[in-house]
């Protein structure tokens, strides 16, 4: 059996158990008593072999400051659970079972028990032991298709029964997949580009480095890059970080990252852009898809104030529109590059076309744009195939920015790669994902990336291309009579007539405007202290292809052709 095949027999026994709530929940609520039931279940599972030890350690430790180390060196995990029961132990008493649970439950340590409370899960308790299904639904747990042992299922495994369950459980809830985790294969190819010729960690011995996603979700980015590095290189250590504002999707993260044995203290709840829980800190990688179209307004305040202290703190460059928050994200993660001199970091962030254009020259978005080209931050940008994520069938392109470009072949220069194309329809749509990206299309944008050469889907441009100076034109203000009118002996601008234009920054201005401007309007001139520069990346206009229209015999031939049909069906339909 496939792995995708295990993944969807697991998911839907543990599913099925879903069963037992009906009457009790709504369909669109069982997800919030599955999943956590499945964490929970899992970590049983893991702790089993070494529940016996860890109770008889527990009983001359307990008293003391350093419990957690005595007790984790016994279970190899991060985490440990010190109460008597196990699910198994709590269906052999049923009329206790509400009591006996909430010991359970109580019995793990600090960081699972952080999860729980993340969950919501101890109202769900009281719920299902007033409607008297409690017992029914733990015990369905301890069934043979929620055997849940790393023995049966690894942790990658598990990483995807998640994944499935909470898709199937935003379906029933009418709620966009998408907002909870990215298709595996767009993450695959964010991570070859993300660790692309880096030779260090790829093939260096006993290696560490860390990974950052300020939107981590679920988890998932972080999860392919680790496994990722592992199938490369076993004796790399990749440190993983993360903060997620749901908390339903942060205690999913951070179970995964103790299941996985990786410190989970590293996941870290609440609003990235209000209330970052890494200040001051610098990765080696980030990598993360924010929200589109997500406004910040709540985070307004906090946001601009930190905006007032320019590069020293994250939003230096410029404000977006507060309307859309994915710059901030972008701001957030460059703010988060190591320096240089520190070896530098490599961003792979997804995005909407709105940041490649949005707003003019002097606006906070054309600031980012400017701030990140004239730094020389921009390595690439990725147009994806529409229709791959499940939330949405718009165009979504991934940013690649590097500050380690110096004295290399991309240093002053930005590659844009057309990967639109590059897709193999899905026999079933799932919510808006209708297209696939497939393996071998992932191997081809990962060379063409990596070759830096221009072809059919790769442009390579100098930063300055994108950039434009915005002129404004202005014209003599007249009176009725046609006459100039004068203040203190000069020229008025009449503000009816003010016009502006967009001169490229390798042209010269005044050139321009002879050739451009005056032969239409030999009266004007330009107010050079209103000039501003701007940036812009117009990507679809760079791979256009021009298709000519049909000839008109053409298609008065399938005019004609369609007539004659018509006609013919008509005749029938008269005849009978």
């Known amino acids: 059996m496939s ?59 307990k008293n003391i400051a350093m419990k957690d180390v005595f007790l984790t060196n016994l279970t190899g995990y991060t985490f440990y659970n010190t109460s008597k029961y196990t699910f198994e132990k709590l269906v052999d008493d049923p009329d206790n079972i509400e009591r006996n649970f909430l010991d359970y439950l109580n019995g793990f340590s600090e960081n699972v028990r952080d999860i729980i409370e993340k969950f919501k899960f101890e109202g769900h308790i009281a719920t299902m032991a007033n409607k008297g299904i409690l017992y029914m639904v733990i015990k369905e747990f301890t069934t043979e298709k929620a055997n849940l042992h790393p ?43 993300l660790f692309h010729d880096d030779n260090d960690i790829l093939s260096g011995t006993n290696v560490v480095r860390t990974i950052y996603d300020p939107a981590c979700g679920t988890g998932g980015m972080l999860t392919v890059a680790e496994e990722y590095l592992y199938a490369h290189n076993d ?38 852009l209000s209330d970052d829980q890494f200040e001051g800190q610098r990765f080696d990688y980030i990598i993360s898809n924010p929200p589109f179209g997500r406004e910040w307004k709540n985070e307004k305040t906090a946001v601009e104030k930190e905006a007032k202290k320019g590069f ?26 190591k320096e240089p001199k520190d070896g530098g ?53 991934i940013w690649v920015l590097s500050n380690k470009k110096a004295g290399t072949k991309r240093e002053g220069k930005v590659q844009l790669i057309n990967a639109n194309g590059l897709f193999e329809k899905r026999r079933k749509a799932l ?29 390579i441009f100098e930063n300055e291309d994108f950039g434009y100076t915005k002129i404004t034109v202005e014209r003599p203000l007249r009176d009725e009579k046609g006459e100039l009118i004068l203040k203190n002996g000069k020229k008025q601008a009449d503000s009816s007539l003010r016009d502006t234009e967009s001169v490229p920054l390798k042209e010269n201005i005044k050139e321009y405007f002879k050739r451009e401007v005056l032969p239409f309007v030999e009266d004007a001139w330009i107010d050079d202290k209103k000039s501003k520069v701007g940036y812009e990346i117009p990507f679809t206009r760079y791979f256009y292809e021009y298709v000519a229209p049909r000839s008109s015999a053409e298609i008065m031939a399938e005019i004609m052709e369609l007539e004659l049909e018509l006609s013919g069906s008509l005749e029938e339909v008269f005849n009978q």
Not at 36 to 51: A, G
Not at 168 to 173: I, L, Q, V
Not at 313 to 337: C, E, T, V, W
Not at 439 to 452: L, N, P, R, S, V
């Open 3 to 61: 792995l995708s095949s295990r993944i969807n027999e697991k998911a839907s026994l543990i599913w099925a158990i879903a069963d037992k709530l009906t009457g009790v929940y709504k369909p669109h609520e069982y997800g919030e008593v599955i999943l956590p039931l499945t964490v929970i279940r899992r970590f049983d599972c893991i702790l089993r072999d070494t529940k016996d030890a860890v109770l008889e350690k527990y009983a001359s430790v």
């Open 151 to 193: 023995d049966l299922i690894s942790n990658l495994e598990m990483g995807y029964i998640f994944e499935e369950i909470i898709r199937r459980f935003s379906e029933a809830h009418n709620e966009d997949a998408g907002q909870h985790y990215t298709p595996r294969e767009v993450i695959k190819l964010m991570v070859n580009i």
């Open 235 to 272: 004796t790399t250590k990749l440190m993983a970080f993360g903060q997620e504002i749901n908390d339903q999707t942060f205690a999913i993260c951070k179970a995964d990252m103790l299941i996985k044995g990786n410190d989970a203290s590293f996941i870290k709840s609440g609003n990235t």
């Open 312 to 337: 020293a703190g994250r939003f230096g460059a410029g404000l977006p529109a507060a309307s859309d928050s994915q710059m901030l994200f972008l701001l957030n993660a460059i703010a988060k590059m």
């Open 345 to 397: 970091s490599r961003i792979a962030i997804i995005h909407n076309g709105s940041p490649l254009f949005t707003g003019d020259a002097g606006s906070g978005p054309s600031e980012i744009r400017k701030y990140i080209l004239e730094k020389d931050l921009l390595e690439a940008i990725i147009a994806l195939p529409n229709d791959i994520f499940y939330n949405t069938g718009i165009a979504t392109y």
């Open 431 to 459: 919510g808006n994902k209708r297209n696939d990206i497939p393996k071998e299309a992932i191997e081809e944008i990962t060379q063409i990336y990596g070759d830096f050469r221009e072809g059919k889907i790769s442009k």
